[in-house]
């Protein structure tokens, strides 16, 4: 069963547990009234509950900024302006190493302690930032020399490495900002491009470009491939729904709007767009509530009550 399927049976359910039993001849025209009312003017009343049971989410109708945009792969990686390798003062031997990889430290915190080959005198090993620890080659035993003991990398913000291709190279510049989602967790985030290439890759005819990527949440973690849309241009729109209002209802894009008999299918008239938004130029008015996430439920309802009426 598709996904999709199994949420309109789900939802089905559920609206059917809200209403209560099945309706009998006698209750046709109450129902009428309280669902779906005629072809001319059909109407969808739902209760809170069984709203919130359906997942249907509702917004006010209002401005919005359209954005044209560019879309990019890229990959997260650490900030390597902020990361440091930690090594010993002195030479020494390692007396203990208290951190492994993966373990968060703060500031100053003590990483490993070392006794000193001249003075004998054992001193810390400590962190010079906050962070995580993403490597260690420090073993108790072990003379430290003027290796690389510990790496911590502070992930509070990340970098998203971005493959260009020549033709858009020309496109993308410094301080233009970028939306970058994960398509495994949803998860989204806003950037902004801090670098960009000056020369190419010989091996696959691409240029690189970086973003700065806010992680104070620890969303992000390196390696993930994610998708970003770069903004290109911006464009404020008067009036515009969220594209997941959109249904096609005879033949034409509608959106359900709810009024006080329940949520009525409006046809829209629709201009610019992007990958959020849709500019509506006619069939709505500013502040008018319309049907957000899961607005198909309605359509699908709204299918019912027509096949009803074909009897």
Same mark, same amino acid.
């Given at each position: 069963?598709?996904?999709? /399927? ?7 359910? &559920? ?5 209560? %039993? ?22 969808? &009343? ?10 249907? @989410?509702? @917004? ?13 792969? =890229? ?8 990361? !440091?390798?930690?090594? &010993? ?15 968060? $430290?703060?500031? *100053?915190?003590?990483?490993?302690? $070392?006794?000193?080959?001249? +003075? ?65 967790? =949803? ?10 290439? %000056?020369?190419?890759? +010989?091996?696959?005819?691409? /240029? ?10 620890? !969303?992000?973690?390196? *390696? ?44 829209? !008239?629709?201009? !610019?767009?992007?990958?959020?938004? +849709?500019?509506?130029?006619?069939? /709505? ?22 096949? *009803?009426?074909?009897?």
């Amino acid at each position: 069963m598709s996904t999709r /399927l199994l949420l309109l049976t789900l939802t089905a359910f &559920a609206l059917s547990a809200c209403e209560g %039993p099945a309706p009998t001849a006698q209750s046709d025209a109450a129902h009428a009234e309280a669902g779906h009312d005629d072809d001319s003017n059909p109407h969808i &009343a739902l209760s809170p509950e069984q709203r919130e049971a359906a997942g249907i @989410a509702v @917004a006010d109708a209002g401005p919005a900024v359209i954005r044209e945009t560019l879309p990019l792969y =890229g990959v997260v990686a650490p900030n390597a302006e902020r990361m !440091r390798d930690v090594g &010993a003062r002195f030479p020494g031997v390692i007396r203990s190493a208290t951190k492994q990889i993966g373990d968060p $430290v703060r500031a *100053g915190e003590t990483l490993a302690t $070392v006794e000193s080959n001249e +003075s004998l005198q054992t001193y810390a090993v400590v962190a010079p930032l906050a962070g995580v620890v993403t490597a260690r080659h420090a073993n108790p035993g072990e003379q430290t020399g003027d290796k690389v003991l510990f790496t911590i990398a502070d992930l509070s913000t990340v970098w998203v490495e971005l493959a260009l291709f020549p033709r858009d190279v020309s496109k993308v510049r410094v301080g233009q900002q970028v939306r970058v989602r994960s398509t495994d967790t =949803g998860h989204a985030g806003d950037g902004r491009i801090v670098y960009v290439a %000056p020369f190419g890759s +010989s091996n696959n005819q691409t /240029l690189s470009a970086r973003v700065l990527l806010d992680n104070a949440e620890r !969303r992000w973690t390196p *390696g993930l491939y994610v998708s970003t849309a770069v903004t290109l241009r911006e464009a404020q729109a008067p009036l515009a729904v969220r594209n997941d209002a959109l249904q096609t209802v005879a033949g034409g894009p509608s959106v359900f709007v709810l009024g006080d008999e329940g949520f009525e299918p409006r046809a829209v !008239r629709i201009g !610019r767009a992007d990958a959020e938004w +849709s500019e509506v130029l006619e069939g /709505l008015h500013p502040g008018e509530r319309y049907a957000t996430t899961n607005s198909f439920i309605l359509k699908a309802e709204l299918g019912k009550g027509e096949a *009803g009426h074909d009897h």
